[in-house]
């Protein structure tokens, strides 16, 4: 097997070509104007690059990747760089493009028949989620990081938050992607369906990889007809306090929100019972079943059959 050509950093014409594949005012090349996408919040990564790039559509990057591809140049997908293992920060070469995701912010289609929302992959997360709200409906992945990271961002790295025990991880929350392979072809696997059998699941793989397998450019997400204790709470601080301008919690609630708030309260305490019955039905009382259901075998049971030598001493 021939090797792969060995990556490399882009000359003067390949920069501009780059540039010109999103637009000069969408390109960077500055330092100053580089500098927040070469470092995270806690300033614990940082690196340089040749360029950051912001395209505004899947066709862009598609462009962009194939042009990479040919002159064997990486690049470094960034979403929200709200990332805390660094993976979103190019190296310190200076030889790496950032391709940001910021731009690509659509929303494509949300079907109240399907519960599903379809979205690019810029969306921040909290706004997927107001747009899953405003449609009477829930997108329950939830993250101290939503108001910055991106849908594309909690795909790419599997995001859980504080509600996974009862939704799942952003895996469970995914039915289809569109992808952007690294040689520029598009995958288009952006699929309603929640009973899908057929063949390799490629979504679940793209889901998790951290941008080294392809950019997630869409994603159909399932937003749900969600009567639960979460959303219940979230309805009732909504009622009791009301919202501000920027989204935030007024502090002190207004005397006749109490009115309002009695009967959402009394749905809200009767969500979060049935919520925790969900929880203990789909998790805690579901392992234990396993647990008992299963007849593991007793270590003095197994029979090994590697060499004596090699065989771990097992207590009988
Ligand atoms: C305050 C705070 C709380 C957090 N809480 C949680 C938590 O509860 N659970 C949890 O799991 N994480 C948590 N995180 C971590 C972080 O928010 C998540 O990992 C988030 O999913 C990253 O999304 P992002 O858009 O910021 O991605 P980035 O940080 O920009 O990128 C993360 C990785 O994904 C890749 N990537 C980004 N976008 C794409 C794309 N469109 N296609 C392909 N690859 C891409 C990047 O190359 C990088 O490898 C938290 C972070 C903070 C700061």
């Known amino acids: 097997m021939s090797e792969a050509p060995k990556l490399q950093p882009a000359g003067p014409a390949a920069l501009d070509a780059f540039a010109r594949i ?17 470092t995270e919040w806690r300033d614990r990564y940082q690196g340089k ?12 990057v598609a462009k962009i990747l194939q042009l990479a591809n040919e002159k064997r140049v990486a690049i470094v997908p960034q979403g929200g760089n709200t990332g805390l293992v660094g993976a979103q920060i190019p190296d310190e070469s200076g ?3 950032v391709l940001s995701m910021q731009r690509m912010t659509h929303v494509r289609d949300v079907d109240l028949a399907s519960n599903t929302m379809t979205v690019d992959a810029g969306l921040t997360l909290a706004t997927a989620q107001q747009v ?3 449609a009477g409906r829930l997108f329950p992945l939830s993250l101290a990081s939503e108001g910055s ?9 599997n995001a859980g938050g504080v509600a996974v025990l009862t939704y799942g991880n952003a895996r469970d929350l995914a039915l289809g992607l569109e992808v952007v392979l690294a040689d520029g072809r598009v995958w288009h696997g952006l699929k309603r369906l929640r009973k899908d059998n057929t063949g390799y699941d490629l979504r679940d793989l793209f ?19 969600g009567l639960t204790a979460f959303y219940m709470f979230r309805l009732f601080f909504r009622a009791f306090y009301g919202t501000d301008p920027e989204g935030g919690y007024h502090p002190e609630p207004h005397p006749t929100r109490w009115i309002m708030a009695f009967p959402v309260l009394t749905l809200a305490a009767l969500a979060f019972s049935a919520g925790w019955i969900q929880i203990w039905n789909s998790s805690v009382a579901s392992s234990s079943r396993l647990y008992s259901e299963c007849s593991m075998p007793r270590p003095a049971d197994i029979t090994w059959t590697s060499p004596a030598s090699v065989r771990p001493s097992l207590p009988r």
């Open 22 to 38: 999103v637009g000069e005012e969408h390109a960077i090349r500055d330092e100053a104007g580089m500098a927040p996408y070469l």
């Open 132 to 134: 899953a709200e405003s």
């Open 49 to 60: 690059a040749a360029l950051v790039l912001k395209p505004a559509s899947t066709d862009e």
């Open 95 to 97: 030889s790496q493009i």
């Open 149 to 157: 990271c991106q849908i594309g961002g909690v795909l790419a790295t």
């Open 207 to 225: 889901i998790g990889s951290e941008g080294t397998l392809g950019i997630i450019t869409g994603i159909v997400g399932i937003a749900g007809a």
